[in-house]
Structure formats: C-alpha cells, structure tokens
C-alpha cells in the first residue's frame, strides 16, 4: 500500500501507558502515532454504555494516592511528568477497605496507622515484628532488585503466622500478581506501597475523566490518535524496527515503536525467528471474570459501607487459576460509591471480581458462554451477600466482562489482566527501535500503566536524542 | 541573552513543568536540587525544554553543567547569545 512520512515514533495500544508515552512525546514535538484495534481507548481500563447506563472496566481503585504537593511519589511525578494539575482529577479518598481470610477480618484504609492497629489489636505477639516490617518497607525504594525472596516468603520470614501473612497478602495479589500465590518480591514492594503506604482513591466519575483528559492533553499537543487500526504486523529488517502494517494492509513507518500489546503477544507481530523467542507459553494466565450489578438505590443506602472488599472463604488465601471456569472461592467486591467526593448517583454499584480459567471460557458456544457469565453473576451476587447486605432483589441491571472479553478488546493473551509473569523493566527487545511499556515491563496500577509509558519514552525516545 | 536572561529562561522552564514549586527566591549558587523538588526526570525536561524553545543540544554528559542556575548560565551563555528570551510555551 502507500509509503507514508515516518512517524518519529509508533505506540502499539491507546491504554493509560500509551497514551501517557504519547503525552510525553507529542510534548518534545515528535511526529507520534498511537493505534489501537479496539474503537474505545483505554485498554484494560476503559467504559462504555449500555441501555443509557455507564459501565467502568478496569479501575476499582486508583492506587498510590498521596494528597496534593506530597514530594517524589508516582502520583505526583506522572502528573508532573504529563503536566496534568492534581486538581483536575478530583481524586476522593476510600472510605476504608478490608481483607478477609476465613473468619478474620483485616481493616485497611488510606492511613497506616488503621492497619497497624488492626495487626495490634487481631495478632498482639506479631505487634512488633509487623512494626519492624514495615519500617524496613517502608526505607526501600520502588524500584528493589530482584531478589530470591518471595513476597510470602518475605512476609513469613518476618511475621511467621500463616492467617496474617494470607490476609496482607490477599489485596496484594488481586491487585497486581501475574504469579498464583505469590508474587516477586520487586512488585510486592511496589504493591505494599501503593496499596497499604499510600492507598486508595478514585477520581470524581470514575476511569472517564481521566481517560479523556489523557486523550485531550495528547491531541492538543498534535499526537494522533487512530482507533479501528489493529496492527498485523511489525516491520523489521536486519533486526532494526521499520515500521508497522495495519490489518487494512496500510504500512506506516517508524525506527521507532512502542508496544503496550504485551510481551509475547508484541513479538508474536514480528518475524518467526523473533516471535519464537518468546512463544505463547510464556504468556500470563491471571484473569478474572468480573460483574457490575447496578440497584435501584445507592449501595451505602443500602449498608454497604467498604470500599472494597478483598475475601476468601476458605482459611487460607486463594488466589490461583481455578479448574473450573470460574471460581467464587475468593475475589473482590468494589463499591465505587464509597468514595469522598463522588457525584451522587440515583442508583447503587457493586462490582464483583472473580478468578477465572481463560481456557474454560475461550472453549465455549455462545448458549454456554452466556449460560456461564449469567451463572457467575447470580452465584456472585450469592457470595458477595456473605461480606455485606444482600442486595439481589435490588437489581436492575448489570453486565459480565470474562477472559473471552478481556482477549477480544485488549487482544491480551488468555485475557491475562496483569501480564506474563517474567516482567523486564528495561522495556527492551530483541529488535533495534523495538520497546515495550504497559504491563509486562513490570508497573503495576493505573499510576503504573502511565509512570510505564512515562519512563519508557524518556529512556528509549527522548534520551537518545 | 544576558545571563540575567538565561537564569530567567530556566526558571521560565522550571515553572513550566514544576508549576507548584516556589522559584521566586531560587538563588544561584546551590544545587536546585536542593533548593526544590526535582529529580532526573525533570532535568531531562529541562533539557527537552532548552531543545524545545531555544533549539539547544545539551548531551547527556553535560546535565551535571546545569546543577545550579549560575551553572546554566555558564554553560548556556555561548549557545544562547544569539536568542531573545522566549515566553512560557
């Protein structure tokens, strides 16, 4: 098809990581073009609407909130970085969250103190070992080595008690592990402070307002955005990047792309000699079905007072790739009305998020696909009634997102929600002018997606010039 | 542009993109590291920055020149004695 002027870079995938790059490149003035396949921008946290209804995909909780002004933070130096006032995110703070394993109940919130009272007060011979931990936690940096350690076997190390070590342990999981059980000791210490150290917040209406102001800062500044444009393959000669061609045959080019796809499924773009250096086995497997459930009252109306809710119903923490399709023996229950700050809305959410077996769902027919995502709402809705006020007969619409979903409109692999589990944070490749950002270089979070596009673009494309 | 311009060039560029730091009693001789919060990503702003406005090439060797503002003076004196002082972007 038509040769085209080269674009000083490419940015594979519209996500929070691309957009952010993009942001930051169209800033310096460079010819930048971000694709994405899907018609939505957003990736793995994005909205839509259905029957005149607003539905949010992916952010449960924006982590690492610290307030205005607070130094040297993520929060703080991505919106530095990209040049987007604190303000204008109108962030409100959780209301309180809490892990539960079993019968114990762990309350958490945005001020360390509530938890280290909740370990003092729950686990009294662990008081000081737990106050050790975090002060050693608390003087690292985010950005630790890879070390032998595990994240349980750090915490063990330290705490000793199994119920203890499950109930710190369990959010951590849910809200960034690529691993069953366990995590890096790397993510976890970014994990434990954008979680516990720093904590929850969401902005006033949701992933909305902060997609689009990611998307208008970066059209104003000349990037282009084209959407309906899957790449189908990357172009690449002497092992040096060219350029890209689109589904529609189109070729565009660039020394210069950035991929926010993922790892495997990012060289799986590119010759068979580079594919085969990272094959689909190396792909992630965590994935979730999750549910929204809109009520015909606010859910705090109706007692629910948690931000959110991280359970499992057994006495230890599950968190790993069930047999089945889907697995209610733990999970995570959202109320995005528990927040400061957020618009008053007429009717209640609850959003409810579950492990899922990609290849259960993927199998499939279409009678079974819907069979099985009616049967893991209602069942949900069962099981989150065991952590809060039951609120089935509340109901008055609601929409099931699985890993067949999640595949389709991110084109991750397996519907993988947090990547493949080796993440390498030099964003390199095998291919010259080839780089990765997004999950698989190893942020976590909505502030990690951006601080990813952020840093990769500082180093593999304004640095060099 | 006097060095007089130049420091208030890079201050210029400084409230651009750290615009809730204080610069008005920056001086010149310590570190504005240690004058106000800047860690290395913001440094390379301050380069893109130069580049941007004032079409200034600092290679990455050179970003120590520009620890404090009698530094970029120094530094960017010759590279910049032919410009007039631009307006925040």
Redesign the interface.
């Given at each position: 098809m038509t040769a085209s002027t080269p674009y000083d870079t490419i940015l594979i995938g519209a996500g929070m990581s691309g957009l952010a790059a993009g942001i930051r490149l169209a800033?310096?003035?460079q010819r930048v073009l971000v694709l994405d396949r899907h018609y939505l921008w957003g990736g793995l946290n994005s909205y839509y609407k259905r029957e005149g209804r607003r539905f949010d995909v992916g952010l449960h909780a924006l982590t690492n909130f610290v307030p205005k002004?607070t130094?040297?933070r993520p929060l703080t130096?991505i919106l530095?970085?990209l040049?987007i006032?604190y303000d204008s995110l109108r962030l409100g703070e959780q209301h309180g969250s809490r892990s539960v394993v079993g019968d114990t109940d762990l309350h958490f919130g945005n001020d360390f103190e509530l938890l280290r009272g909740e370990v003092a007060r729950q686990f009294p011979t662990r008081a000081t070992a737990f106050d050790g931990m975090a002060r050693e936690l608390e003087a690292l940096p985010f950005d630790v080595p890879e070390g032998q350690e595990s994240a349980r076997a750090y915490l063990t190390r330290h705490l000793g008690e199994a119920r203890l070590v499950d109930l710190l342990l369990l959010p951590i999981l849910f809200y960034g592990s690529p691993t069953p059980s366990d995590v890096d000791f790397p993510s976890f210490v970014v994990l434990w402070k954008s979680l516990y150290e720093e904590g929850f917040a969401r902005p006033r209406g949701g992933i909305r307002p902060l997609l689009d102001a990611l998307r208008s800062r970066y059209l104003e500044l000349g990037g282009e955005l084209r959407m309906k444009a899957g790449v189908a393959e990357i172009l690449h000669e002497d092992g040096r990047v060219q350029g890209v061609r689109l589904d529609d045959g189109t070729e565009l080019h660039s020394e210069r792309v950035i991929s926010s796809a993922g790892r495997v499924e990012t060289l799986s773009l590119c010759e068979e000699t580079v594919a085969a250096t990272c094959g689909p086995e190396h792909a992630g497997r965590m994935t979730f079905v999750e549910s929204t459930t809109l009520l015909d009252q606010p859910a705090p109306d109706l007692g629910w007072t948690d931000t959110i809710v991280f359970f499992s119903q057994g006495e230890r923490a599950v968190y790993e790739e069930p047999a089945e399709a889907v697995s209610h023996a733990s999970g995570v229950i959202c109320c995005p009305e528990n927040y400061a700050g957020q618009e008053p809305e007429t009717e209640g959410v609850l959003r409810l998020t579950l492990m899922a077996n990609a290849e259960h769902w993927m199998a499939m027919s279409d009678g079974e696909y819907l069979a099985a995502k009616e049967q893991a709402w209602s069942k949900g809705l069962e099981t989150a009634a065991l952590y809060g006020p039951d609120v089935r007969k509340q109901v008055v619409a609601r929409d099931t997102f699985t890993p067949r979903t999640i595949e389709r409109f991110t084109g991750h692999l397996n519907g993988a929600v947090y990547g493949c589990p080796h993440k390498d944070k030099s964003g390199t490749t095998p291919l010259e002018g080839l780089f990765l950002c997004g999950t698989d270089q190893g942020y976590l979070g909505i502030v990690g997606a951006m601080l990813s596009g952020?840093a990769m673009a500082?180093r593999h494309a304004?640095?060099p010039? | 542009m006097t060095h007089e311009e130049i420091v208030q060039a890079v201050k210029d560029i400084i409230h651009t993109i750290a615009p809730d730091e204080e610069i008005g009693g920056l001086n010149l001789t310590d570190p504005l590291r240690d004058q106000i919060e800047l860690d290395s990503m913001d440094f390379l702003d301050i380069v893109m920055e130069l580049r941007k406005r004032y079409g200034v090439q600092v290679p990455e060797d050179d970003y120590k020149e520009l620890a404090t503002l009698q530094g970029c003076a120094d530094y960017l004196s010759p590279h910049l004695a032919g410009h007039k002082l631009a307006t925040s972007a």
């Open positions: 800033q310096f003035d002004g130094r040297g130096r530095r970085q040049r006032p952020v500082n304004l640095l010039a | -």
